[in-house]
């Protein structure tokens, strides 16, 4: 044992401080995973050449399925 004391510390020590949450932030959402065929991945990856910006796959893939939402509620 370091301290016969340092229990007893840390445990008063740390009564008073602000406990931070480690990790992502809550969000309503839910992961996917999705296999797709090696050309379907070259055409996303070309779609994302286009942007102006290069979104990471899963931003494109979001991107794309957005566009989708507003195509279809118009139609």
């Known amino acids: 044992m370091l301290c016969p004391f340092y229990n ?3 445990i008063s020590s740390s ?3 602000i406990v931070k ?3 992502r932030p809550k969000v309503d959402s ?3 995973m999705v296999r797709m ?3 379907m991945i070259d055409m ?9 910006d290069l979104p990471t ?3 494109m893939i979001r991107r794309i399925l957005a ?3 507003d195509q279809t509620k118009s139609s």
């Open 21 to 23: 949450k480690i990790g």
């Open 15 to 17: 009564q008073g401080a």
């Open 37 to 39: 065929p090696r050309e």
């Open 30 to 32: 839910e992961a996917v």
């Open 67 to 69: 566009a989708w939402a």
């Open 57 to 59: 796959r899963p931003e």
């Open 8 to 10: 007893d510390y840390m």
């Open 44 to 52: 996303l990856d070309d779609a994302r050449r286009n942007e102006a």
